[in-house]
DNA sequence: GTGCGGTTGTGAACGATTTCACATATGCGC
DNA sequence: GCGCATATGTGAAATCGTTCACAACCGCAC
């Protein structure tokens, strides 16, 4: 398959081309060029370029890209053509709302599990699926073969149900929970942090009202740019 | 305030670190090293020395970093020590999980409205707070002064209701909708992609894979690393 | 088959980020 | 005070990512 490595900021924009593609595939285009491409997912055209071609040169000079192979090529390399079972720890507010979230189960991810510590939860069910206990997770792993995990737990308690999770064979974590996890080095490990993008944006937020204080010389300290 | 541009990728460790340093000042930690606080927050010495470096000199050789002004001056710099307020427009699964989610409270974001565009939802109380119409967002950022809004509605409408978001003073906003959002040059996005991560994990996923099927033998093609 | 407008693919320049490595500064024991 | 162990702050090097700019190529018209 891979040739040479694909680097990761590229990875992480393929699933951005890929759905931009999928909708035009919907609205009848069947060729694009790497500008129009470029405008459906925020980018700049070079960008989509030297992307498209760490797949390959699937394009034609003079015309583009052929949309519904492009499609076929990047799902080939995502991983997409393949069926992807994943388990959900935590069933709290977060947990709930992935377990119903309909845009796993269009691209290949099918939530064939839940998982929680709290006796009183399991049981009950969330979108037809029965909670579990924690106990159960190697079963289910094998059983299902689960590679991948989404931690949904309160931050406290998360490593421990990454341990969990890599000790019952999961190669692939998902961290939503809101602390720092570790794992060993042949699992993956990606995280999404609510509170971490806002206060990003916090950030930039206090800094244009800074520099509005400037230009109106309302700045107390600092001297102009 | 700001001298020197603090670079982007500082800027989202910042949130990291900070939330490392609260917990160890909660455990009593009243000193800590770059090598201690790189650990829990999963990088290494150096990036948090030059990271730290944007803020100012606040470490003292020989000794470390003072929890407590640290924390003051990280969350002094993300403008964490301002009360923000957010609306989150779109209360379906996810909606109402960031309605009810604690972790924003805990760092001055407070939700002080919701928004849907169906009918049927509108009157209904999440968390205790009643969802409202669209048309209600300019009376709303104004009486509130929000500045910062949360798409979570399908990726169909997002556009649509970023632009209503624009239109009614938000400055920032945080797109959880599959779709690319485009604002003006002078309002912030930042964007939170669930699937995403996904298929970014599946795509490691697969290279493993595939780079097992070499170890034993299995490749179809491919020649060894 | 020649010319032409359009678009890719990609070296090379540029810019941002990470890492290295060490001079510099501190606290402490004596 | 002096020396030692420790840890920061930061230039410089290395790496990674983006953008530029253009040669190579395609399809089409004539």
Not at 41 to 70: E, I
Not at 119 to 137: F, T, Y
Not at 144 to 149: L, R, T
Request: aromatic share 4%.
């Amino acid at each position: 398959m891979s040739k040479r490595p694909i680097p990761e900021a590229t990875v992480g924009r393929l699933p951005v081309y890929l759905r931009a593609l999928v909708e035009m595939a919907e609205d009848g285009g069947s060729v694009v060029s790497s500008e129009t491409l470029a405008d459906a997912s925020g980018v700049n055209s070079a960008k989509v370029r030297k992307d498209l071609s760490h797949l390959g040169s699937y394009g034609t000079r003079g015309v583009g890209y052929d949309v519904a192979y492009l499609i076929h090529q990047i799902r080939r390399e995502l991983g997409l053509t393949q069926h992807w079972p994943v388990v959900i720890a935590g069933v709290g507010n977060l947990g709930h709302a992935l377990a119903n979230y309909k845009g796993f189960g269009e691209r290949g991810f099918e939530v064939v599990a839940l998982i929680d510590a709290d006796p009183k939860k399991v049981g009950e069910k969330v979108n037809g699926l029965p909670i579990e206990a924690v106990e159960n997770l190697p079963r289910i792993v094998r059983e299902h073969d689960v590679a991948i995990g989404m931690v949904c737990t309160p931050g406290q308690v998360a490593q421990e149900v990454a341990d969990r999770m890599v000790e019952a064979g999961i190669q692939s974590i998902l961290n939503f929970a809101p602390a720092v996890i570790t794992v060993p080095d042949d699992v993956s490990l990606r995280k999404v942090d609510l509170s971490i993008e806002l206060q990003i944006l916090a950030f930039y937020e206090q800094r244009k009202a800074a520099l509005d204080d400037v230009k109106q010389g309302r700045a107390k300290t600092m001297a102009v740019v």
